[in-house]
């Protein structure tokens, strides 16, 4: 009970952080360019104004498909930030909630593609096919550099049992193992290709296909499908830092306070994270080409991981 | 004073915080079009008032028209009007789409804008200064949206 009661908590709390992760992004960002930037609420102001918009269905839509797709990619990747966020809180641990965290996360990606797809514009089928072909680039390094943490927890592919081990070693996986070290940095150079921001952002690259995929969207629905991109962003930086960066000294230091203390601790650490792999990225490299980006994904992060799987296999 | 309720006044706000804009460009000699895209850039910054450049008029709210808008234009001027969705605001930049000039009277202009489509900012200048641009930005959102 006290479960569910601390998932239906976190599902608002992962929509709250989700949007102003994006406006400290976005500022971010704009300090890095060396402009004023917008106010960390804007990301809130644009919600909220595209819920308040006309909604358009183009005549050549399937419209039932058009219309549900963003719902569910944004209630799939808000349960994505939500389920970790619950279970430090809680401090439950469910068999295997780490698979479906990652899967939630690439629902949330196909079904926006979907829904692109349905609206009838080519521009959204193009962005289709470009955001497939991310989506092989870096799912695979994605999942593989989960498995040494599996392999060093136990074969456990529960989130929070993967957390604890790390409380049970003393110290993080990032510096625990070369093998779990070489899967940090696999996990971490897939996020920007995960999270879609700038030099992987060629499903959705404004200036060539026109927003790919969202580019027959408009109100309510864009509002949803962009809360899903940012969702999955908070996500991908909220498991980075819990899944090799749980430092227990730092985390784990008032024991007393239960999860709650440690879980805000990770989320005010987390912007850190999101800073790392999203906004330096996107403010210092230009967009790629979609070969160029595939080719990214399978050479660096796929070599890190295959290189943490070989070496955790191997014991190390 | 009307007495509104709050999810009213929440999106009156939020649609003023947030302005999205679409850039068209109906014949303009390319001048006014660089003049906004300066009005993006570093030293003036419109996203601090919450302006984005979007590709598509579908996210759009406000419509930035350059240009006299020339034959070949018109019937794309409205319908790329018409795909905003509600509700949507419209600034004439340039002194080209604000009255003609100095094409007014040409066989092949359809101008001025506002005899075609309801504006509700002009800027003037040839081009316009960005700080001009986005003065007409903020007039036609306060305008149209509060
Ligand atoms: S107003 Fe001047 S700068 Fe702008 S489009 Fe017309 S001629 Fe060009």
């Known amino acids: 009970m006290a479960a569910l009661a601390a998932l239906l908590a976190s599902l608002p709390a992962a929509v709250f952080l989700s949007l102003l992760f994006e406006g400290i992004d976005r500022k971010l960002h704009a300090r890095m360019q060396g402009r004023i930037g917008p106010p960390v609420t804007q990301p809130f102001y644009d919600f909220a104004k595209l819920l308040n918009k006309e909604s358009v269905f183009p005549s050549s839509s399937s419209k039932a498909i058009f219309a549900s797709a963003p719902v569910i990619a944004a209630a799939s990747s808000i349960l994505a930030g939500a389920i970790p966020l619950a279970s430090l809180v809680a401090g439950t641990s469910v068999v295997g909630d780490l698979i479906l965290i990652l899967y939630l996360l690439t629902m949330s990606s196909i079904m926006v593609m979907i829904g692109g797809s349905s609206s009838g514009n080519p521009y959204g089928a193009i962005g289709f096919s470009r955001k497939m072909v991310m989506l092989i680039g870096y799912e695979v390094p994605l999942l593989a550099s989960i498995l040494p943490l599996s392999l060093k927890s136990q074969h456990s592919f529960s989130y929070h049992g993967i957390v604890q081990s790390q409380v049970g070693m003393g110290t993080c996986f990032a510096f625990a193992y070369p093998s779990s070290a070489f899967a940090a940095a696999a996990f971490l150079a897939c996020i920007p290709a995960a999270a879609g921001v700038v030099p992987f952002d060629v499903p959705e690259a404004k200036t060539e296909i026109v927003h790919g995929y969202l580019v027959e969207y408009g109100g309510p629905h864009l509002a949803l499908a962009r809360l899903a991109k940012d969702a999955a962003s908070f996500a991908l930086s909220f498991l980075a830092l819990t899944l090799f960066f749980y430092h227990p000294p730092l985390f784990e230091g008032h024991a007393s306070l239960g999860g709650l203390a440690s879980a805000i601790l990770c989320v005010a650490f987390a912007p850190a994270m999101m800073f790392l792999t999203v906004t330096v990225p996107r403010t210092v490299f230009a967009r790629l080409k979609v070969g160029q980006a595939f080719k990214f994904c399978w050479s660096l992060p796929l070599t890190l991981s295959a290189l943490s799987v070989v070496l955790s296999a191997a014991g190390f | ?146």
Not at chain 2, 34 to 60: F, K, N, Q, T, W
Not at chain 2, 74 to 102: D, F, H, M, N
Not at chain 2, 111 to 123: E, Q, R, S, T
């Open chain 2, 1 to 146: 004073m009307r007495q509104e309720g709050s999810a009213v006044r929440i999106g009156a706000r939020s649609r003023i915080k947030s302005p999205w804009l679409f850039h068209l460009n109906t014949g303009s000699c390319n001048g006014c079009d660089i003049e906004i895209v300066a009005s993006l850039a570093p030293r003036y910054d419109a996203e601090r008032l919450g302006c984005v450049l979007v590709g598509s008029p579908r996210h759009a709210d406000v419509i930035l028209v350059t240009g006299p808008v020339t034959r070949q234009m018109l019937p794309r001027v409205i319908r790329v009007y018409e795909q905003l969705p509600e509700p949507k605001s419209l600034v004439a930049v340039g002194t080209c789409a604000a009255s003609g000039a100095p094409f007014i009277g040409s066989g092949v202009i359809e101008g001025p804008l506002d005899g075609i489509i309801p504006v509700d900012a002009y800027v003037l200048g040839c081009p316009p200064r960005p700080e001009a641009i986005v003065r007409g930005i903020v007039t036609a959102v306060r305008r149209r949206f509060s």
